[in-house]
């Protein structure tokens, strides 16, 4: 399994920004898949997860901001991220699960929020 993550940068409060996770080698619709984020000193948080059936939780920090989505034809999870946040900068990774015994995360991409 590979997963590839795109997206991330640097913008200012109040921006937006699309963060795209790639994965193959799996039969990616059956999966559930989450979006993750780590600011420096702190742990390692749920931002938002979806389910193979499409349901999805979020964060109460995030909600109402932040969308996750997935295209299977694409073998893409996405995270829309609106109105952003000082708060939001962080190292965001992309997580899935393989089975229950099994994850795979993404090799993280970096977004900085300025005020």
């Known amino acids: 399994v590979q997963m590839v993550e795109s997206g991330g940068g640097s913008v200012q409060a109040g921006g937006s920004l699309r963060l795209s996770c790639v994965v193959s080698g799996l039969k990616f619709s059956i999966n559930n898949m989450g979006w993750y984020r780590q600011a420096p000193g702190k742990e390692r948080e749920l931002v938002a997860a979806?389910?193979?059936?499409?349901?999805?939780n979020y964060a109460d920090s995030v909600k109402g901001r932040f969308t996750i989505s997935r295209d299977n034809t694409k073998n893409t999870v996405y995270l829309q991220m609106n109105s952003l946040k000082p708060e939001d900068t962080a190292v965001y990774y992309c997580r899935i699960w393989i089975n229950a015994l099994s994850d795979k995360w993404g090799q993280g991409t970096q977004v900085t929020v300025s005020s």
């Open positions: 979806i389910i193979s059936n499409g349901s999805k």
